[in-house]
């Protein structure tokens, strides 16, 4: 059944570079908890205890505003496929702006996605995995390529203007420094 680890392992990361799938859940001491599922190819494993994602441009922006405020964060992997296993990863994540120095270094290890807004990067504290033995099995067709295209058609400008409109202030009124 379920174990905690320190760290994560050689069997533990290759699962995570499988996934199409990973959800991001923060909270500040008060208002919303967050949780958003994430895909395309956002996620890497940097070592055994530290992890980065780069987050897209979307509707809304309350990672980055809780992280500001509280940098707990807790990263989930299911298997819709294969073997059953629900897979969290906790810890303190910063979050980097393309305007950072840290930004612009670990760009590097993803790839060129329009819409990037942030990376987030964590440092982990917990390993838990769980049996998963409740998650159905699911087949994967494809990932959806509507974000990127609708990123790339508004280009620097439009997603900057765009961040500006919608990215400012999360659901409870806290600042992204987008």
């Not at 992890?51 to 509707?59: M, Y």
Request: aromatic fraction near 10%; glycine fraction near 8%.
């Amino acid at each position: 059944m379920g174990k905690k680890l320190d760290k994560l392992n050689d069997d533990l990361i290759s699962f995570i570079k499988k996934q199409p799938l990973f959800f991001v859940g923060t909270a500040t001491a008060e208002g919303s908890v967050n949780v958003s599922p994430k895909g395309i190819d956002t996620f890497r494993v940097i070592s055994d205890s530290k992890i980065a994602w780069l987050n897209l441009t979307g509707s809304g922006n309350e990672t980055a505003a809780h992280l500001i405020k509280n940098p707990r964060m807790t990263i989930l992997f299911c298997a819709f496929e294969g073997a059953p296993l629900i897979l969290r990863l906790y810890g303190k994540a910063k979050i980097y702006h393309p305007r950072d120095e840290e930004f612009v270094r670990l760009k590097e290890i993803f790839a060129n996605t329009p819409g990037a807004r942030q990376i987030i990067e964590m440092d982990i504290n917990l390993v838990q995995s769980s049996c998963g033995f409740a998650v159905p099995l699911m087949d994967f067709k494809a990932q959806r390529d509507i974000l990127t295209d609708w990123a790339d058609k508004k280009g620097e400008e439009g997603i900057q203007e765009y961040w500006n409109e919608k990215n400012q202030v999360s659901l409870d009124g806290f600042q992204t420094l987008t």
